[in-house]
């Protein structure tokens, strides 16, 4: 049931069902030109990236999107009390019906699309009744209380249209149209003769409006505020007649101004169909004579032509509105996108942050281990056990000896007489799938393992059919019965975890293992999976958000991060011993031409 | 644009197949199919009835409608003869004779409260002189349908209830079976008027676009072919009707509410004679729709034999649809045609708001009066009905 008191005295949060991005800027200009403190928009659900970038005033700000509403966090769904559906007419029923789903706070939306089934609409009314919220449209550009809330494209999109329509101060005459463009017309008919609007609602031109005429003059009835009531109404339908019925009946007493076109269609030999779906005269009580004839004879002023209706609203009195609380009226015309957006730190009039806290309280008060895991997450972590676990890993991976590739290149560039940062990136050029990189491919491996449901028998052969290495397996030099101490050390950090990844690992390993000595569990393997347990039981990560870890390379950040201690000290040393240009003797260089005949 | 008419041949199809009873009719496109469609189809020695299937209503009292013929030269010709009312699509199925005492009528309508069944066991073409016999009833289980059931006669168990599954199922908004022949083994539906819900398309495999008839079809000029092909393709609405091919109003409009009451406006002015044509585009187009659409619509005006002429671009005051973008299609089509619409002396009048309109109605101001076209431009300061009455005022001195 649409209800303005209840609307006015709501937390109203809206998420977005599609996105349409005029319209979403249009509802942020009109909140701050209000003086709203924060915008109403929560999110938006729908496809494509994962942040749409917004003004509210002349900050940027950003919306979050979500694939679909499984991805949409329980805080928020709990919060939201509006929707706005912009998704297209054949996609309407699903996205409403899954909207009302998932959102138990819901007082209403509004659905937007042409070409929404008529059965679909009708459908959805009877969900509506049973729920107790109202929807407004299909094919509506949506409801706007003046100050207060504006839900869809009403009004208009661009923030001088709002300007216009004086769209922040709320009056006492209530706009009703069938069409989206009269109710905008009327809305500024209304406030070019110094007349403000209490609210306005647009039903949308099907023939199945979900919130009826009756249910919104109702709304104007109930509302303190409202003292009138516009109507623009078209041929086609019988709405109108329990309106007139209400009037008779008593139950509606405010004045009405209406028009109700569609005389034209008299000159057509068969009521054609006009812009609007159900602007089709089929019988006689659906004409625009009929309805009109019939809203007059309850008592209902109508204009007889355009120009009267326009005069008729003329005459509604200008009653004294509340306190202007005076609208913010900036030129946005020099709006500008930002070119880059961050989550991680700001540098704002001096004053440098990271996290949102203070550069120098927060490097004084965390530990290495701790900023790291934070920043490489983009969040300040929760868990003892990762800061932990963090510490050890950054320590344990600085350096494994001279021989490696990275710390080879480093040395190589170091005697060419190169410079730190040139040596120290051709060894970090060097980390890749089989040089440090591993992590993350097994972190990948052990995700995809322990989900898919497969057993650590299919898992392995899955690969020895594709004839690919398990990353996370296998080491050169240790084996089943001469065990690699650092692996033991980093998987006693799943001590009191499930360890639901390093437990699958592990089952690998064994099957690996019986099929030659060697196939262990190595350090990469373990840091990967450690790691995915840590952070899925102690920092709530989620499979996908962890998968999403995997596809931004997270797990071999910490490898890049550490071993560049190593590489640095290679450089240092070299040049501290100050070897000369390297070189290969002819007896380094096999001989492999051969091979090619 | 949601009900519209079905091809009769189409709902038969529906309908029977649903019933269980394949249906052997078939339609026949004057305009495409080959003459051995029909010897091909027809069964010697049965009897045959050829109709306008172009959801025309009363076609048997407009001679619509030819019964009893005997071989494929019959059916041929009674064709030929009703295509000369420009006529374009047929139907052509076994005819059965009856008696008219056993004609029923039945009709399904979705409404706000659910399906309401007419239905009167005095049916036939004369139905609407006794309208008094016609019971009307809101659908709410079976007991309906067996009360429905028991009125008209109808046996087999079932039929009105398959009705409104199938009338459910297949997005109807709208069917009449007028006659409805009882006395036969089992229902038989003479005649089938049906509307279907357009925007349900992608939700049925039963029926398409293809199935949908108009009763002007066969008198479409290219233009609102044109129209028509191009809003199938757009995400926005555009439409156009002819109304006088010959009239001296032109109105390009946007806004679903707007145009009406704008064309209400040259009704209420008593200048609907001179009204050339209805029509509307809204749901922000783009520049290339307008610019066709606008196209197609001048093309008309430049056909038309009226001695004077005026070309209303009116709209509200938009709420997204962008009138800088929107002009600039409607002035890339008129450039096309300045040298012409100079020559004819044509008068444009110009109102409109919405996003982006200073530029907008500057552009157009600017164009118009480069052109040296008489009329004149206005924005929301102008009540939107008055731009009729300045453009008719136009004429009306010049006549």
């Known amino acids: ?597 | 644009m949601p009900r519209v008419k079905l091809s009769e041949f189409r709902a038969k199809t529906i309908v029977n197949n649903y019933m269980g009873n394949p249906y052997s009719g078939f339609p026949f496109d004057a305009g495409r199919d080959p003459i051995s469609k029909i010897d091909n189809a027809v069964v010697q020695g049965k009897t045959y009835v050829a109709k306008v299937d172009q959801g025309i209503k009363k076609r048997f009292k407009q001679g619509l409608v030819k019964l009893d013929l005997k071989n494929p030269t019959d059916i041929v010709d009674a064709i030929a003869e009703i295509r000369k009312k420009h006529f374009e699509y047929f139907l052509v199925e076994e005819y059965v004779p009856h008696d008219n005492n056993d004609e029923k009528y039945i009709s399904l309508e979705r409404t706000r409260k659910g399906i309401i069944i007419n239905y009167s066991h005095q049916g036939g073409v004369d139905i609407e002189s006794h309208s008094d016999e016609v019971g009307r009833i809101l659908y709410k289980d079976s007991s309906d349908a067996h009360k429905v059931a028991g009125a008209l006669g109808v046996e087999p168990e079932g039929f009105v209830e398959k009705l409104i599954e199938l009338f459910d199922i297949n997005y109807f908004s709208f069917l009449e079976i007028n006659p409805l022949v009882v006395s036969l083994k089992k229902p038989y539906m003479l005649d089938i008027a049906a509307e279907v819900d357009s925007a349900a398309e992608f939700f049925v495999d039963t029926w398409s676009s293809n199935d949908f008839r108009n009763s002007r079809t066969g008198v479409l000029t290219e233009e609102e072919k044109n129209v028509h092909k191009l809003s199938e393709k757009s995400s926005s609405s555009l439409t156009l009707t002819v109304l006088n091919p010959n009239g001296a109003i032109f109105m390009l409009l946007s806004g679903g509410g707007v145009s009406l009451a704008l064309a209400d406006e040259v009704a209420n002015l008593g200048k609907g004679d001179l009204l050339a044509n209805y029509g509307e585009y809204s749901g922000n187009p783009t520049e290339e729709e307008t610019y066709i659409y606008t196209k197609n619509l001048l093309s008309l005006l430049i056909k038309s034999n009226a001695p004077q002429k005026v070309l209303i671009i009116g709209g509200g005051v938009a709420n997204f649809t962008d009138v800088r973008v929107t002009f600039r299609g409607i002035i890339h089509a008129m450039t096309e045609v300045m040298p012409e619409l100079q020559r004819q002396n044509v008068k444009v009048f110009v109102r409109r708001g919405g996003p982006h309109q200073d530029e907008g109605l500057k552009d157009m101001e600017d164009y118009l009066s480069y052109n040296k076209i008489e009329g004149s431009v206005h924005g929301p300061k102008l009540v939107v009905s008055e731009i009729v009455a300045k453009a008719l005022e136009s004429i009306a001195i010049d006549n």
């Not at chain 1, 692996?487 to 975890?497: A, G």
């Not at chain 1, 995997?550 to 070897?579: C, M, P, T, W, Y």
Request: include cysteine.
């Open chain 1, 1 to 597: 049931m649409f209800d303005v008191e209840k609307i006015i005295k709501a937390d109203r949060k809206v998420i977005l069902i599609g996105s349409y991005p005029a319209i979403i800027q249009s509802i942020l200009d009109f909140e701050y030109m209000s003086g709203h403190k924060a915008p109403s928009i929560v999110g938006v659900v729908a496809t494509g990236r994962k942040i749409e970038r917004y003004f509210f005033g002349k900050k940027e700000i950003a919306i979050p999107v979500f694939k679909s509403f499984k991805d949409v966090p329980d805080k928020v769904k709990h919060e939201v009390t509006f929707f706005l559906n912009v998704v297209s007419g054949r996609r309407v029923f699903s996205s409403t019906v899954e909207a009302i789903d998932n959102l138990p706070k819901l007082i209403g939306g509004v659905i937007f699309a042409e070409n929404t089934p008529e059965k679909h609409a009708l459908d959805l009314a009877e969900i509506c009744e049973t729920k107790g919220i109202f929807l407004a449209g299909p094919a509506s550009v949506g409801i706007l209380i003046p100050g207060i809330f504006k839900l869809g494209a009403i009004g208009g999109v661009e923030y001088k249209q709002l300007v216009d329509a004086k769209l922040s101060i709320r009056g006492n005459v209530a706009v009703f149209s069938a069409s989206g463009g009269t109710t905008n017309e009327l809305i500024n008919i209304l406030a070019q003769n110094g007349k403000k609007i209490s609210f306005a609602l647009h039903f949308g031109g099907d023939r199945f409006p979900i919130t009826t005429p009756l249910e919104a003059f109702m709304a104007a009835e109930n509302d303190p505020d409202t003292t009138h009531l516009v109507y623009f109404g078209e041929l086609g339908g019988v709405d109108e007649y329990a309106v007139c019925e209400a009037i008779q009946t008593g139950k509606l007493t405010k004045p009405i101004i209406a028009y109700i076109a569609g005389n034209v269609a008299e000159i057509f030999p068969e009521s054609p169909q006009f812009g609007h779906a159900k602007a089709m005269a089929k019988t006689q009580k659906e004409t625009a004579r009929a309805k009109r004839d019939a809203m007059k004879a309850a008592g209902v002023q109508v204009g007889e032509s355009f120009k009267e209706f326009v005069e008729l609203m003329h005459r509604i009195p200008s009653r004294e509105t509340r306190e202007d609380r005076g609208a913010i009226i900036e030129k946005m015309d020099d709006r500008r996108h930002a070119l880059i957006s961050t989550s991680v730190s700001k540098d704002e009039g001096g004053k440098a942050t990271v996290l949102g806290e203070d550069l120098l309280s927060f490097s004084k008060n965390n530990s290495f281990g701790y900023i790291v895991a934070s920043l490489f997450l983009g969040k300040k972590i929760k868990s003892k056990e990762l800061e932990e676990f963090v510490s050890f890993v950054l320590k344990l991976l600085v350096d494994h000896g001279p021989y490696v590739s990275g710390a080879v290149n480093t040395i190589i560039t170091s005697r060419a007489g190169r410079d730190l940062v040139s040596s120290l990136a051709s060894g970090i050029l060097t980390i890749g799938p089989r040089f440090g990189g591993a992590i993350n491919q097994a972190a990948a491996n052990w995700l995809d393992g322990a989900s898919s449901g497969k057993t650590p028998q299919e898992f392995v052969e899955e690969y020895a059919k594709k004839k690919i290495y398990i990353s996370g397996i296998g080491h050169r030099k240790y084996r089943s019965d001469m065990p690699d101490p650092r692996v033991s050390e980093i998987v006693s950090y799943t001590k009191e975890l499930d360890a639901k990844y390093t437990n699958f690992a592990k089952s690998v390993e064994k099957v690996t293992v019986s099929k030659k000595g060697n196939l262990i569990l190595n350090v990469d393997g373990a840091i990967a999976c450690v790691m995915l347990d840590i952070l899925s039981e102690k920092e709530g990560y989620s499979e996908e958000q962890l998968k999403e870890l995997v596809d931004i390379e997270f797990f071999n950040a910490l490898f890049v991060l550490s071993r560049s201690v190593g590489f640095i000290s290679h450089f240092l040393d070299q040049k501290r011993l100050d070897e000369g240009l390297f070189r290969l003797g002819e007896e380094d260089v096999a001989d492999a031409s051969s091979q090619n005949e």
